[in-house]
């Protein structure tokens, strides 16, 4: 079974290419009929022979597109397909909404090819609204994408019910939309969708004065560019929530005298400077940074998505192309049924296999995203860092990429949660605990002798304070305080201080290296 799958679009490749050919034939055979019967006379007054022969040779080209594009895709994927019939597999809503729209554009893609190819004899036999067939396809583009995007934002509430109400809406706006559109007979014998204030419409009595398929693309540019901007806001703010997890948060107290000494040293270069020199830094100053944008923007985006984790890249990715590839054919089509082309209403059959194709490979690669197991020695780019919030450990290996989405976003948010309560903490005064308590803590810590030193009392001379240089970490400095005022520094300097000052000494202190020297001196701030 795996292996015929494997080997499944060789044949696939084969019969796409016959159902090209065989379907061309049939356009070529049909576009010859038109021509012949084009020339014995035309219904339509508004329209020569020539430009009615054009419409339909074009209208049959689009319609075998349409139907090979949409078999061919459907040949390429039968092996995945199969592979979803399975019990647990078939209660996944991945699963469910690729056979729904595998499945529900099937009506779409036929009726226009059965209006266009069968010859009718009344207008009475064309079918009436079959237009609406292109508004359940919306409808299930819309329910694919409503769902993944309440995917991305865990099932939200009111992302839900917005998104919900809006496919609703959306579907109601589609078949109004469309149940204007009617087909006529034309002189071929074929059914065609009648222009609005076309010759066919005033003689059949179904003529009116608006456009409407114009606005069913641009009501679904509305529902693409609301989706897009949803689930993409949310994958930045994933993207974006552990890069400040791991930034210290020490103030530098030295940085106002660097600022400072920078700025005097500035002042001094600029005084030496000529006028003419400083005007060309300050045109170069401007005109390189604009020069530049494109390319700095280019080069930030690459980096910022070089470290995105799998799943978020492909999530990006998926809704990137869609986004693009589908408003790109909204528009074109928006414009010609704006200007009223004379192919304007043939490209709306090639709306259903589209759409059906960028839904299928779109759930296709995320199934394959979510689902696949994970591989702990596959290098990914973002792999470290989700290993590092989430953890390893044995229960990663059973684990899908869809658990450790979960797993990787909830830790995210604890942490984020965490960081945030304690930087108040730090950063408020009525957490740091009082000078003499913090010098005792630290003084117990760091030397032994120092519980039994009072002050007043010298410490006993078979301890003897040892003078290797102390370990004293970043982490250690009080954030109340400077670094001369830490814990570690005042409790060494009353070590030092009661230890110089006592007369049972049990010998000369030993003599310092210039690098104990040194630090010495750093330690007293005097360097």
């Given at each position: 079974?795996r292996?015929w799958?494997?080997?499944?679009p060789?044949?696939a490749f084969?019969?796409?290419?016959?159902?090209?050919?065989?379907?061309?034939?049939?356009?070529?055979?049909s576009?010859?009929?038109?021509?012949?019967?084009?020339?014995r006379s035309?219904k339509?007054?508004?329209?020569?022979?020539?430009q009615?022969?054009?419409?339909?040779?074009?209208a049959?080209?689009?319609?075998?597109?349409?139907?090979?594009?949409y078999?061919?895709?459907y040949l390429?994927?039968?092996n995945r397909?199969?592979y979803m019939?399975?019990?647990?597999m078939l209660?996944?809503?991945?699963?469910?909404?690729?056979?729904?729209?595998?499945?529900?554009t099937?009506p779409?893609v036929?009726?226009?090819a059965?209006?266009?190819?069968h010859?009718f004899t009344?207008?009475e036999?064309c079918?009436?609204?079959?237009?609406?067939t292109v508004?359940?396809v919306?409808?299930?583009?819309?329910?694919?994408?409503s769902w993944?995007?309440?995917?991305i934002?865990?099932?939200a509430?009111?992302?839900?019910?917005?998104?919900?109400?809006?496919?609703?809406?959306l579907?109601?706006?589609?078949?109004?939309?469309?149940?204007y559109?009617h087909?006529?007979?034309?002189?071929?014998?074929?059914c065609?969708p009648?222009d609005?204030?076309?010759?066919?419409?005033?003689?059949?009595?179904?003529?009116?004065?608006?456009?409407?398929?114009?606005?069913?693309?641009?009501?679904?540019?509305?529902?693409?560019?609301?989706t897009m901007?949803?689930s993409?806001?949310?994958?930045?703010?994933?993207a974006?929530?552990?890069?400040?997890?791991?930034?210290?948060?020490?103030?530098?107290?030295?940085e106002?005298?660097r600022?400072?000494?920078?700025?005097?040293?500035?002042?001094?270069?600029?005084?030496?400077?000529?006028?003419?020199?400083?005007?060309?830094?300050?045109?170069?100053g401007r005109?390189?940074p604009?020069?530049?944008?494109p390319y700095?923007i280019?080069r930030?985006?690459?980096?910022?998505?070089?470290?995105?984790?799998?799943?978020?890249?492909?999530?990006?990715a998926?809704?990137?192309?869609?986004?693009?590839v589908?408003?790109a054919?909204n528009v074109v089509?928006?414009?010609l049924?704006a200007?009223?082309?004379?192919?304007?209403?043939?490209?709306?059959s090639?709306?259903?296999?589209l759409?059906?194709?960028?839904?299928?490979?779109?759930?296709l690669?995320?199934?394959?995203?979510?689902?696949?197991?994970?591989?702990?020695?596959?290098?990914?780019p973002?792999?470290?860092?989700?290993?590092?919030?989430v953890?390893?450990?044995?229960?990663?290996?059973?684990?899908?990429e869809l658990?450790?989405?979960?797993?990787?976003?909830?830790?995210?948010?604890?942490?984020?949660t965490a960081n945030?309560?304690?930087?108040?903490?730090?950063?408020s005064p009525?957490?740091?605990?009082p000078?003499?308590?913090?010098?005792?803590?630290?003084?117990?810590?760091?030397?032994?002798?120092?519980?039994?030193?009072?002050p007043?009392?010298?410490?006993?001379?078979?301890?003897?304070?040892?003078?290797?240089?102390?370990?004293?970490?970043?982490?250690e400095l009080?954030?109340c305080?400077?670094?001369?005022a830490?814990?570690?520094?005042?409790a060494?300097?009353?070590a030092a201080?009661?230890?110089a000052?006592?007369?049972?000494?049990?010998?000369?202190?030993?003599q310092?290296?210039v690098?104990?020297?040194?630090?010495a001196?750093?330690m007293?701030?005097?360097?």
């Amino acid at each position: 079974m795996r292996r015929w799958g494997r080997m499944l679009p060789r044949p696939a490749f084969a019969l796409g290419l016959v159902l090209m050919l065989v379907g061309y034939a049939v356009a070529a055979t049909s576009a010859n009929t038109t021509e012949a019967l084009g020339k014995r006379s035309s219904k339509d007054g508004e329209m020569s022979e020539e430009q009615f022969d054009y419409q339909q040779e074009v209208a049959n080209y689009i319609t075998v597109a349409g139907l090979t594009l949409y078999w061919w895709e459907y040949l390429c994927t039968l092996n995945r397909e199969l592979y979803m019939y399975r019990p647990k597999m078939l209660k996944r809503p991945q699963v469910v909404l690729f056979l729904l729209i595998r499945y529900g554009t099937l009506p779409a893609v036929i009726v226009p090819a059965y209006s266009l190819w069968h010859r009718f004899t009344s207008s009475e036999q064309c079918l009436d609204h079959e237009q609406i067939t292109v508004a359940v396809v919306q409808f299930l583009v819309s329910c694919i994408f409503s769902w993944r995007t309440i995917a991305i934002w865990r099932r939200a509430r009111w992302v839900s019910i917005f998104l919900a109400t809006f496919s609703l809406l959306l579907f109601v706006a589609s078949i109004a939309l469309l149940y204007y559109s009617h087909d006529s007979l034309v002189i071929t014998g074929s059914c065609r969708p009648t222009d609005p204030d076309g010759e066919n419409g005033k003689q059949s009595g179904k003529a009116h004065s608006v456009n409407t398929v114009m606005w069913f693309y641009l009501i679904s540019m509305i529902f693409d560019t609301t989706t897009m901007v949803l689930s993409s806001y949310k994958l930045v703010v994933y993207a974006n929530m552990g890069r400040s997890l791991d930034a210290p948060n020490f103030s530098d107290p030295f940085e106002a005298h660097r600022m400072q000494v920078r700025k005097q040293t500035m002042d001094i270069e600029q005084g030496r400077r000529s006028s003419a020199g400083e005007t060309l830094k300050k045109v170069q100053g401007r005109v390189v940074p604009f020069a530049t944008f494109p390319y700095r923007i280019v080069r930030n985006a690459y980096e910022w998505w070089s470290t995105l984790t799998p799943l978020l890249a492909r999530l990006f990715a998926n809704g990137l192309v869609y986004f693009f590839v589908a408003t790109a054919f909204n528009v074109v089509n928006f414009v010609l049924e704006a200007v009223q082309s004379l192919h304007s209403k043939s490209f709306l059959s090639l709306y259903p296999p589209l759409m059906c194709v960028l839904c299928q490979r779109m759930i296709l690669t995320e199934f394959d995203a979510v689902w696949a197991p994970y591989d702990p020695d596959l290098d990914i780019p973002g792999r470290q860092f989700v290993d590092r919030v989430v953890g390893r450990g044995e229960r990663q290996s059973r684990m899908s990429e869809l658990d450790r989405f979960q797993d990787f976003v909830t830790s995210l948010e604890a942490r984020q949660t965490a960081n945030n309560s304690t930087s108040s903490n730090i950063r408020s005064p009525s957490s740091c605990p009082p000078p003499g308590e913090k010098a005792s803590l630290e003084t117990n810590s760091r030397f032994p002798g120092a519980e039994s030193y009072t002050p007043g009392q010298p410490p006993t001379a078979n301890k003897p304070l040892s003078m290797h240089r102390p370990s004293v970490a970043t982490s250690e400095l009080s954030p109340c305080e400077s670094p001369r005022a830490s814990t570690n520094h005042t409790a060494a300097a009353a070590a030092a201080a009661a230890a110089a000052d006592s007369p049972e000494r049990s010998g000369p202190l030993p003599q310092l290296s210039v690098q104990q020297q040194q630090h010495a001196l750093r330690m007293a701030g005097m360097r």
